[in-house]
């Protein structure tokens, strides 16, 4: 073991209990953490506005740069990330490599946001990464971000796991977010559209702009944004080498089926035909065309057989996931009009004449009427506004006006909360029809819960 990572070891054990973050005690210290995923806490006198990785990147030296112990991927982009993210980390743990993977939000629980070979971390590792965050926060007098502590445990987790490769979700844009500590050697980009535009301005080139501060000169990208106009961006942060979808990599066919998709990829080193996904949407085979042109540049090429038998399987949680056959319900997250547009069109390839009602909760940042008015909704559908347990909301009152404007010939109404707009949905569904809860992520993850319930919603 090296030894920086005994260092990080040693003053976990001497100095962990003294930061009073007890095992299965975290909780309330990390949620005192200004946290900007949910709108909670004001901004401290001196607080890093606009982004500053300054903090974190002190922090990490007091843990003894733990980021430095192993090669990382950082996959940044508007949509897809958390897709992208997950599909490399199980192609690269199937080749044969141990692999840390990184993404956010969570659905039900933080753990979900630290994994190695898919495996979430555990409330305990938790609490002794934590612990030792916290000495160093109080020592140093930092004042850090709930998302600033949560990736540099996932920095400490993986160093201590010994993992061959990190693949790391950006948070949001380029080199300021706090993952761009991790330094990495590729970058990938899903692709560029509209979203945060309070940060990052209002057009596409904007947001390319700062999304490209990830990029490094000399390293890797593999860039899934196709279009032309926005790829200068990138070339001028002089990636070696670069490769594009659509030019170095892809998907060359697609055909929907009952059970998902069946593509065929091309990379520069191999052809593979007829794969069977059960992602279903044009999004999700380019997601896994993104994610097998990264698995590629450490494994070259992914074995066939790992591709058919990792892709056959692999899920991404709360994104066009059917989560109830009977009835049928359908969450997805999208929480732009990028991602609403996405759902529109996967909804039209795999349900074309499925009565739908929808179950839609936005957040107050976000532009609702923009949402709603890409998710097509029809004059024979039904909608019902609702929202999430989540400060950022938008009220279930103030986003049925906006749904009444974009469709007005559309039967709306609004149920307060989502287990009572869900409920509401499934009892008026009839037998061919389809819920499509969506809108937000905070949305999905209370729709999900419901249906792991045994009693169902």
Same mark, same amino acid.
């Given at each position: 073991?090296?030894?920086?990572? %005994? ?42 506005? +606009?982004? =500053?990785?300054?903090?974190?990147? *002190?922090?990490?030296?007091?843990? /003894?740069?733990?980021?430095? #112990? ?29 692999? /840390? ?15 190695? %070979? ?56 380029? !080199?300021? %977010? ?5 330094? +990495? ?19 596409? +080139? ?7 501060? *990830? ?20 070339? #001028? ?8 979808? /659509? ?32 992602? =279903? ?19 070259? +090429? ?25 009835? #049928? ?19 039209? !390839? ?9 179950? @839609? ?9 923009? @949402?709603?008015?890409?998710?097509? @909704?029809?004059?024979? %559908? ?69 249906? #792991?319930?045994?009693? /169902?919603?």
């Amino acid at each position: 073991m090296s030894r920086e990572v %005994d260092r990080i070891h040693d003053i976990e054990h001497r100095s962990g209990s003294r930061a009073g973050v007890e095992q299965g005690h975290w909780r309330p210290w990390l949620d005192s953490h200004l946290n900007r995923e949910l709108g909670v806490g004001a901004l401290p006198r001196g607080w890093r506005d +606009p982004p =500053s990785r300054v903090a974190i990147d *002190i922090l990490l030296e007091e843990l /003894g740069q733990p980021q430095r #112990r192993y090669e990382s991927i950082l996959v940044a982009g508007t949509n897809g990330k958390t897709t992208v993210t997950r599909a490399t980390s199980a192609l690269l743990h199937a080749a044969g490599h141990r692999v /840390g993977t990184f993404t956010s939000p969570h659905l039900d629980r933080v753990n979900e946001r630290i994994a190695i %070979d898919g495996a979430p971390i555990t409330d305990q590792a938790l609490a002794r990464l934590f612990a030792r965050i916290a000495s160093a926060e109080t020592k140093m007098s930092l004042a850090l971000s709930w998302f600033e502590v949560v990736t540099a445990a996932a920095m400490m987790w993986f160093a201590w796991q010994k993992v061959d490769l990190a693949v790391v979700e950006v948070g949001l844009g380029g !080199e300021h %977010d706090a993952t761009a500590v991790a330094m +990495p050697a590729l970058v990938a980009l899903t692709n560029i559209d509209l979203d945060h535009t309070e940060l990052f301005g209002t057009t596409r +080139p904007d947001v390319a702009s700062a999304e490209s501060t *990830i990029v490094t000169a000399g390293h890797g990208l593999v860039l899934g944004e196709s279009d032309p106009s926005l790829r200068g961006c990138f070339t #001028r942060r002089r990636p070696r080498p670069l490769w594009v979808r /659509g030019v170095d990599f892809g998907v060359s066919e697609r055909a929907s089926t009952s059970k998902g998709q069946v593509i065929t990829l091309e990379t520069p080193a191999a052809s593979y035909r007829a794969v069977s996904i059960v992602l =279903s949407g044009a999004q999700h085979a380019e997601n896994v065309s993104i994610a097998l042109m990264v698995a590629e540049c450490a494994t070259r +090429p992914v074995p066939d057989p790992v591709v058919r038998e990792v892709l056959s399987v692999l899920s991404s949680p709360g994104r066009a996931e059917l989560v109830c056959a009977e009835p #049928r319900v359908l969450v997805d997250g999208a929480h732009n009009p990028a991602g609403a547009r996405a759902l529109a069109a996967t909804l039209s !390839e795999s349900f074309p004449g499925d009565r739908r009602t929808y179950v @839609i909760g936005t957040s107050v940042d976000k532009p609702a009427a923009e @949402i709603v008015a890409a998710l097509g @909704i029809r004059p024979s %559908d039904e909608v019902v506004c609702c929202s999430a347990s989540s400060p950022r909301a938008l009220p279930a009152a103030d986003l049925l006006e906006i749904v009444r404007t974009a469709s007005p010939s559309t039967a709306t109404e609004a149920v307060g909360g989502v287990r009572d707009a869900v409920r509401r949905a499934v009892g008026s569904l009839p037998r061919s029809g389809l819920v499509v809860v969506t809108g937000s992520l905070y949305v999905v993850a209370e729709a999900r819960r419901l249906f #792991r319930n045994p009693t /169902g919603p």
